[in-house]
């Protein structure tokens, strides 16, 4: 059995870090969820775990994104136009949405990122299926599995509203679904899940093997979806299953990536971050993450005085609105970011510096699917 699951792997980043930043990072959250009432917590996130979860590695990953653009001369130059076209149409939509209305601009953020989530966890099974070469139908239900996973909780979400919980502020998801259709959801989420499960019982029946970093993806993902949202009972259940699996694996990507591009000698000044290695490479991205929260705090929260300070400055709206979309500016880049700078086909050099270079007879790099965010599956062009 242990040949025939060895002779099926095709690991993203090596089987230590694959089970780490996936199935790792599941299973932390549920200790995390678990250890709830021991660890004081009732409710609402308390300041530590904020820290922890929300700075440390939600908004800390939105700045990672860096060190594939902005940090990268030579990548600015390949890609001027996009690079300031992204946070240029971000930021006038952003002050358009906040123009109609402050719950405007947090429900088309709250959907946006929504729809990131989801397709960041079809990126990461597309590239599994992809570098197992498995089959189109393979392919298709491993699609479905991880849809399933992640938009049959939500739909049950909307039709459940309001919750102890929300996306970014109250009310900022749609309500008013019948309930019914939360149900169907459900019913309809683990049908596919159950049919997904019954093939890779196949696989195994018929001596194909078992892709095991893909199965814990799916699994990881349900886990945390399903966890998070239909059986949470708090904003601290709900922040943990929902960070902890975007987040992390998101790191090990881009360390992957910085360390490649430094081997290149990229980066130029800021080539010794690189050097430091993962406490330089997240060090920095949690100083930009607290400057960020900083501002935010100052300019339009005022709610963590006891880690920020009194700032003592209260904006109008006329200048919340363009405040606000500013500082999201970043988060809202990364998202559109991400549907462009992971595809293969634009850019030769992304597999080697991810190490993903692949050997005679294993295919072309252009059948690599795009491996996050708001990427189309699949895309050659």
Known sequence: MSRLLASSQAWLFGRGVDLTVFAGSALASVVLVLAASALGVVGDTPLWAWVMLVVCVDVAHVWST??????????????PGLYVAAPLVAYLLGVL?????PGTFWRLFAYAALFHFVRQQYGWVSLYGRKARVSSAERVLDAAAIYAATLGPVIWWHANLPRAFWWFVENDFLSGLPRWVGTVALVLHGLVLVAWGGFQGVRLV???GLQVGKVLLVLATWGTWYGGIVLARSDFAFTVMNVLLHGVPYFALLFRYARGRLAEGGYGGLAPLVRLGLPGFLGGLLALALGEELLWDWLVWHE???????????LPADVLVLVVPLLAL???THYLLDAFIWKPSRDPALLNRLGWTRRAGEGSPESMAPISGLAIPGATD
């Open 304 to 314: 963590r005085s006891s880690l920020f300070g009194e700032s003592g400055l209260v």
């Open 97 to 101: 949405a906040y123009l109609v209305s």
């Open 66 to 79: 860096l060190f594939r653009t902005y940090l990268d001369g030579e990548e600015l130059r390949r890609r």
């Open 330 to 332: 970043p988060q809202a």
């Open 206 to 208: 018929r001596g194909e």
